[in-house]
């Protein structure tokens, strides 16, 4: 075999986000599910800027960024320790359906006060013919006694839509009282959100 039988490649680290130090930066990593390929092959990520949800993409060597939405429940306007940028991320999740459509959900959480709980609320966006959309406000149709937390999605057949998230009804206080939550699955399968409950938990909007 000849040395023309070889390609050079050179290879390029690129920096996008301080995890370890994020003290002061206004953009909190994503987790490593905010970015992804498109079935178009398009390199897409979703971070947060501040308060703003912002879609980006990969053109040759720059990244193109999209404003999506703004949402202040799980967010700052700065991040100044790696639990905020934490709970920051684990708020929204980006998705492609297998028609190559990017879909962003996150979550929020609404005080209801005639009923003296928290409604969870997700809210959907989906980029249609090049334009970020709101598609729904999805909302459980329950009231939890403190909100949710750690939202997951991912697509199914048919270009459907499958999340996960917990609540918390007992908030964990330290070592040895973790608390207790639910861990809730909803779908779009049969043309219409349905939420299933799939465990009791612990409180896991807290690490302890």
Same mark, same amino acid.
Request: no cysteine.
């Given at each position: 075999?000849t040395?023309?039988?070889?390609?050079? %490649?050179?290879?390029?680290?690129?920096?996008?986000e $301080?995890r370890?130090n994020?003290?002061?930066?206004?953009?909190?990593?994503?987790?490593?599910?905010?970015?992804?390929?498109?079935?178009?092959?398009?390199?897409?990520?979703?971070v947060?800027e501040?308060?703003?949800? %912002?879609?980006?993409?990969?053109?040759?060597?720059?990244?193109?960024e999209?404003?999506?939405?703004?949402?202040? $429940?799980?967010?700052?306007?700065s991040? $100044?320790?790696?639990?905020?940028?934490?709970?920051?991320?684990?708020?929204?999740?980006l998705?492609?359906?297998g028609?190559?459509?990017?879909?962003?959900?996150f979550l929020e959480?609404? @005080?209801?006060?005639?009923?003296?709980?928290?409604?969870t609320?997700i809210e959907?966006y989906a980029?249609?013919?090049?334009t !970020?959309?709101?598609?729904?406000?999805?909302?459980?149709? @329950?009231?939890?006694? !403190?909100?949710?937390s750690n939202l997951?999605?991912?697509?199914?057949?048919?270009n459907?839509?499958?999340?996960l998230f917990?609540e918390?009804y007992t908030?964990a206080?330290?070592v040895?009282?973790?608390?207790?939550?639910?861990? !809730?699955?909803?779908?779009?399968?049969?043309?219409s959100?349905?939420?299933?409950? %799939?465990?009791?938990?612990?409180?896991?909007?807290? $690490?302890?």
């Amino acid at each position: 075999m000849t040395n023309s039988a070889f390609r050079s %490649v050179a290879l390029r680290v690129e920096q996008l986000e $301080d995890r370890l130090n994020p003290g002061g930066n206004t953009i909190p990593a994503g987790e490593f599910n905010w970015t992804q390929y498109s079935p178009t092959g398009e390199l897409a990520q979703l971070v947060w800027e501040g308060q703003t949800l %912002v879609y980006r993409t990969r053109a040759a060597s720059a990244w193109n960024e999209k404003a999506i939405a703004a949402a202040t $429940d799980f967010t700052r306007l700065s991040y $100044d320790t790696r639990q905020q940028v934490e709970t920051a991320t684990r708020s929204a999740q980006l998705v492609f359906t297998g028609d190559g459509t990017p879909h962003v959900l996150f979550l929020e959480s609404k @005080w209801n006060g005639t009923g003296n709980g928290f409604q969870t609320v997700i809210e959907h966006y989906a980029r249609v013919n090049g334009t !970020w959309q709101h598609i729904e406000s999805i909302g459980a149709p @329950w009231l939890s006694n !403190w909100g949710p937390s750690n939202l997951v999605a991912q697509a199914g057949a048919g270009n459907t839509l499958h999340i996960l998230f917990t609540e918390t009804y007992t908030p964990a206080t330290g070592v040895g009282n973790f608390g207790s939550g639910i861990l !809730w699955y909803g779908s779009n399968k049969t043309g219409s959100w349905q939420f299933a409950n %799939v465990a009791t938990t612990t409180d896991l909007k807290q $690490d302890v």
